[in-house]
């Protein structure tokens, strides 16, 4: 039997009035309130066994990304190899959650990781803009996924969220989400040109609405992209929908996240706002390479009692 939130959710249409009415009624985002508890949570001091634990935790989670203008086979090769055992010394090391590259490095990508665990992410729709029309969106999607991409990154179109074509964006969301067959569809919301957490919010209600299995901070292209703070609300935002569905979607902060302390900050956040169901790689990403490097250094030095340096890991 259908809860009465859940049948709130059936009865939203995809026309603006229907969802700006849903949009719009959402609570407003405490601003002082969410930057306080995202310091406050910040602040946890995690040690040894547990620190381990959350480093590894972290590393599963990483989608090793390149998105260059000169990208070519064998920087997607070399990255797949680090994917695969990001450090050789220690092969307990779990590998990453995946590799991320534009759609027509996709099948170098899914050749390389054969085997190996590690999923195929591709950015499409037009990334990291999202400028195009729709046509030109879906094919960059079904090229990715004929590659044999498990994962789609897509961008909503920010200026029609932004002057309130609601359905609109709902519209392309879920033309995507059709034409991702059965990989799973990330939704970037390019919170640093959201301006508000009210708006954060309500793109992040929109994507899961949509049908998003995963909703994403940023490109990466664009300061600033990922935030404790942001992170939080779209944290709840998965919570809240899983209330009310029953159904389980993912988040990934993308882009400044460079330590293995903003990582664990991000991941007692994770536990704190969502609940430890979501500390898993099925249900939260880092986009952060460089972030994978001090990782690894910093596992390194939990089990050896000293730092390496980082000409003890493979650069990116």
């Known amino acids: 039997m259908a809860t009465p939130a859940a049948t709130e959710l059936s009865e939203v249409t995809r026309d603006d009035a229907s969802l700006r009415r849903f949009l719009h009624g959402l609570p407003g985002v405490d601003q002082v309130g969410v930057e306080q508890r995202a310091a406050g949570l910040g602040t946890r001091s995690i040690k040894k066994a547990a620190k381990l634990f959350a480093i590894d935790t972290a590393i599963s989670m990483v989608d090793l990304t390149t998105l260059e203008g000169a990208d070519t086979p064998g920087k997607v090769r070399t990255l797949a190899a680090k994917a695969r055992r990001p450090d050789p010394d220690y092969p307990d090391v779990p590998h990453v959650g995946a590799v991320c590259v534009y759609p027509d490095l996709v099948e170098v990508a899914v050749t390389a990781l054969a085997g190996s665990g590690v999923g195929v992410a591709s950015v499409a729709t037009a990334f990291p803009s999202g400028r195009s029309n729709l046509g030109v969106k879906l094919a960059d999607t079904e090229m990715a996924v004929h590659a044999g991409a ?46 508000t957490y009210d708006n954060v919010r309500r793109a992040s209600w929109l994507a899961l609405l949509a049908g998003g299995d995963f909703i994403k901070t940023s490109t990466g292209k664009v300061t600033p992209a990922a935030t ?21 979607r993912g988040v990934k902060p993308a882009g400044g996240i460079r330590t293995t302390k903003d990582a664990i900050r991000y991941l007692v956040a994770v536990h704190e706002v969502a609940g430890p169901e979501w500390l898993s790689p099925e249900l939260f990403r880092f986009g952060a390479s460089s972030l994978l490097n001090d990782l690894l250094m910093q596992r390194r030095a939990q089990i050896e009692g000293h730092y390496s340096g980082p000409d003890y890991v493979t650069v990116d």
Do not use: N
Request: aromatic content about 8%.
């Open 228 to 248: 404790l703070p942001v992170t939080h609300v779209m944290l709840q935002a998965v919570r809240d929908w899983w209330e009310r569905t029953g159904q389980l």
């Open 150 to 195: 498990s994962e789609i990154d897509m961008v909503i179109d920010r200026g029609a969220f932004l002057s309130g074509r609601y359905g609109r964006v709902f519209d392309e969301i879920v033309a995507v989400k059709a034409a991702c067959g059965d990989a799973h569809l990330k939704v970037i919301l390019e919170t640093g040109e959201l301006s």
